[in-house]
């Protein structure tokens, strides 16, 4: 089984970690899944995370939670991310290239997407886990 | 286009050269007259100057100091109708690039042209180093500096730039700093992960697709390719991109023009590529594994990142600029580290590289807790065990160093010890509590085996 930390980052409650971490489960990977709803709680995560190489699916909830994001400085922390994103226009989705994700995809599209990249990032990339 | 300055009294020369030298692209300026010639220098700015030595109004090989003393110190070509031994040396000695007589070929004069104006591009690409925006790259040794050279220079074309190096040297940095100085800077950066994309999915993500255009292609799909419009597009681990898209994407380079899946047209995208892997395309493209013609083209600029273990010199900088970062985002001041520390660093070989060093960092900042220095034993214990073995490797054989008995394992043991305990004294500095707390040994276990070893702290 191939491992990898995960951390998905979602505000709003709606069933989208779900499918995502379903998929994830279904693709075979294992390793530690944190899900965060706040940026607080991300702000948490990354710092315990410190030193390790984990993996990342970021859902901004809108155009300012987008940029709270980037704000953050993800670059600096070495995660690999995978950006979901729920807006569609091309100033979000330039801003969204900001934080250089891995695979970037739309919450409307085919998330098991999300999963198989998930799935080869492990793959390619040594990825720490939280067991 | 470079601007050439032309200083010959020879109406014919001055015609000879223009056409030359227009011919080649570049804009050439002439002055019959060495007074001239000064004065247009001086008011303008050339990369190049052809120069007559003897001239009416004066010595050409007297003037190259005030012409390399210029703000933007020319590359000077001597020209003369009468060859001189001594006359080319004094001109090289002066800083002259060349010296050349007018009986020369145009093939011998375009040549050598083109090579002082090669020269200077490096030169200018040199001093530009110094106001690259490189966040997070750190260079204080030679292999990097020569590295910052190639990035200056990248910045300033448009051709594909091949990076390569091993894992964790800091690939998609450079390819940052490339874009981040160049002109495409206000237009999207966009990585293309060619590891992370399932050969099933990749076409569809790279060049995007229209509603139907198959089974689950519910809506339409900008591709990558296209959203780096303007901008730059990394293609990370091009090694691993699918045979049926390095023939789609050769293409795409060459015209700047693709087919989304299930479109009747093609589109356009202005886009500059930057490719990455740690692979040897060589090699591949020999296995035929990878296209040998897209290889061509990708490599138009290389750039090689050596291994942090062949530039042990930038370590403690970037150690320095890793904990100002992690310091920064803590919002606290950056930590210390003690001299044994920057030692340690110093001595492991780095096998995951630059990323290896932040997260052994990362994780020393977190052990050192609240303390304001870090020492040896916040960092990982796989770079300790390490460091001890290597320093116990490079301790002669005690036998044949002193002709002593080859030493019991007791005895090894008891010198290994004591040497420890030293250590851990001394990092310490004397202090027995925090000898206790940095080797995790109990205090009067601590004390007992100072005791043994005849050794004394305080406290």
Redesign the interface.
């Known amino acids: 089984m191939l491992r990898a930390n995960l951390i998905v980052y979602n505000k709003l409650p709606d069933l989208l970690d779900q499918e995502i971490e379903a998929g994830i489960i279904g693709q075979g990977l294992g390793g530690g899944l944190k899900v965060c709803r706040s940026m607080q709680e991300l702000r948490v995560v990354i710092e315990e995370d410190a030193g390790r190489s984990s993996m990342a699916v970021l859902v901004p909830s809108d155009r300012e939670d987008l940029e709270g994001l980037i704000a953050m400085r993800l670059g600096d922390w070495q995660a690999r991310i995978i950006l979901v994103l729920r807006q569609k226009d091309p100033e979000a989705l330039a801003l969204a290239h900001s934080l250089r994700p891995r695979f970037l995809t739309f919450a409307d599209g085919n998330l098991a997407e999300v999963a198989i990249v998930a799935r080869n990032l492990a793959r390619v990339h040594q990825f720490h886990t939280y067991h | 286009m470079a601007r050439i300055l032309i200083i010959d009294d020879d109406q014919l020369v001055c015609d000879t050269l223009s056409d030359m030298v227009a011919l080649k692209g570049h804009q050439a300026t002439t002055a019959r007259t060495l007074g001239q010639g000064l004065r247009l220098a001086r008011e303008e700015s050339f990369d190049v100057v052809f120069l007559d030595v003897r001239i009416p109004d004066g010595n050409g090989l007297e003037a190259i100091p005030v012409l390399k003393a210029l703000h933007n110190s020319p590359e000077i070509i001597i020209i003369t109708g009468f060859g001189d031994p001594d006359g080319a040396e004094l001109a090289i000695k002066h800083g002259a690039w060349d010296y050349l007589e007018k009986s020369a070929t145009a093939q011998e004069i375009n040549l050598v042209l083109a090579r002082a104006l090669q020269y200077r591009q490096g030169k200018q690409a040199v001093q530009e180093t110094t106001s690259l925006r490189l ?2 790259l750190v260079a204080k040794s030679p292999q990097m500096k020569s590295s910052l050279e190639m990035i200056a220079l990248a910045a300033r074309s448009e051709a594909p730039v091949l990076i390569t190096g091993e894992t964790g040297t800091g690939k ?1 940095l450079v390819a ?1 700093a490339i874009h981040n100085n160049s002109p495409r800077a206000k237009g ?4 293309i ?1 060619c ?4 050969p099933t ?1 990749a076409e569809s ?1 790279l060049f995007g697709h229209v509603k139907g255009a198959f089974t ?1 292609a519910e ?1 339409a ?2 591709g ?1 390719v296209r ?1 780096g419009h303007g ?1 730059t597009i990394f293609m ?2 091009v090694g ?1 991109l699918p045979e049926n898209l390095q023939r789609i994407f050769l293409r795409v380079l060459e015209t700047g023009r693709f087919r989304p899946i299930g479109m009747s047209h093609e589109i356009s995208s202005d886009f500059r590529l930057i490719a990455a892997t740690n692979r040897d395309l060589d090699q591949m493209a020999g296995e035929g594994r990878f296209r040998e013609d897209l290889l061509f083209r990708l490599r138009s600029l290389g750039i090689h990142l050596p291994p942090l273990r062949e530039r042990p010199e930038d370590i403690l900088e970037l150690t320095t600029h890793h904990l100002r ?2 310091a920064a ?2 919002d606290r001041a950056p930590l210390d580290f003690s001299p044994e520390f920057a030692g340690l660093l110093q001595s492991y070989s780095w096998p995951g590289n630059v ?1 290896e060093l ?6 020393a ?2 052990a050192a807790g609240g303390g304001h220095e870090l020492l040896p034993v916040h960092l ?1 214990i796989n770079i300790r065990v390490f460091a001890a073995r290597s320093s116990i490797a490079r301790e002669p054989d005690p036998a044949t160093a002193s002709g002593q008995p080859f030493p019991t394992w007791r005895e090894a043991k008891q010198d290994l010890e004591a040497k420890y305990l030293r250590q851990a004294l001394a990092v310490a500095g004397g202090d027995l509590k925090k000898a206790s707390r940095l080797s995790e040994i109990s205090l009067p276990r601590l004390y007992e085996l100072l005791r043994k070893h005849g050794l004394k702290g305080q406290g």
């Open positions: 966040e997070g998609e940052l999207s950066f966009v990585v992960d590891a992370a994309l399932p999915l993500v689950g809506r799909r900008d990558l959203q901008g990370d681990e691993e970062q992690i985002r803590r990323r932040i997260h052994a960092l990362e994780r900042v977190a990982p």
